[in-house]
């Protein structure tokens, strides 16, 4: 994620539709970016972890895993962790990062998932849900590989963020999408995203059979004010991401699997 200055900076109503959203071209400096920067090193990561808890022996998807920091986070933290991507340059990152014998996959969240039903404890979705249009159908299938009682922890940006991105501001209601220019190490790069109203996407959650367990809106690492001076004022004072709990109902007869 840029910082927030480059995004507001770099706003664009039109992208070549070949290029957007394609990290691929892009991994290995996105990846870079990621690693210490502050919306995700010091904001989003670590609110992720703190919303996840104690992992020890879960067995976690990473749905979006990008190139794995946290998985890696998780896994470090006792996890059984799986990871899965649209872009395999990312997940090469990731396997580099992870090692050999991670399970790693190519899958696009768009179609049906490569597993058994219940096969996880939690899955986390960090900053993936607000590139799809339609949450319905990955919602579904992220809801079948939970078990009973199992998680879905989410990140996305923020509804009040997102609609502040294009002027004129469209419709708050309305489904639509945006685009702008990511400045990676000086490189363009064309980025659509679809902003939602909150209650749509309170909505698609409660649909897919998810019970919505907590809404986060979450402070940046305190050890990030001397790291990042200038910016650290501003992302804790003016919303960024949202983040939420969901909860698999147990089974009927109250016992989880």
Not at 54 to 77: F, H, Q
Not at 79 to 106: E, K
Not at 231 to 253: G, I, M, N, Q, R
Request: net charge negative; hydrophobic share 40%.
């Amino acid at each position: 994620m840029e910082r927030l200055t480059d995004v507001h900076e770099s706003l664009a109503q039109s992208a070549d539709p070949a290029r957007v959203n394609d990290y691929d071209s892009f991994a290995e400096v996105y990846s870079a970016e990621n690693e210490n920067n502050l919306v995700n090193a010091y904001y989003e990561r670590p609110a992720m972890l703190t919303l996840a808890g104690d992992v020890a022996g879960r067995r976690i998807l990473d749905a979006g895993c990008g190139s794995g920091p946290l998985s890696a986070a998780l896994r470090d933290r006792g996890a059984v962790v799986t990871g899965i991507d649209a872009s395999a340059g990312m997940l090469a990152l990731a396997r580099r990062r992870l090692g050999a014998d991670a399970a790693l996959h190519v899958v696009d969240l768009r179609e049906r998932l490569p597993f058994d039903d219940d096969a996880f404890d939690d899955v986390v979705a960090s900053l993936v849900l607000h590139y799809l249009e339609d949450w319905g159908p990955t919602l579904a299938e992220l809801r079948r590989v939970l078990r009973p009682g199992g998680r879905l922890i989410a990140s996305v940006d923020h509804p009040f963020v997102a609609y502040a991105l294009q002027d004129p501001r469209p419709d708050y209601f309305a489904t639509t999408s945006y685009t702008f220019d990511w400045m990676l190490n000086g490189q363009s790069t064309p980025m659509r995203f679809w902003r939602k109203p909150l209650h749509a996407m309170t909505d698609a959650f409660t649909t897919a059979g998810f019970r919505l367990s907590a809404i986060s809106e979450p402070q940046p690492d305190p050890a990030a004010r001397d790291l990042f001076p200038d910016d650290f004022h501003a992302l804790s004072t003016k919303t960024c991401f949202l983040f939420f709990v969901l909860e698999v109902p147990p089974s009927a007869a109250g016992s989880d699997k």
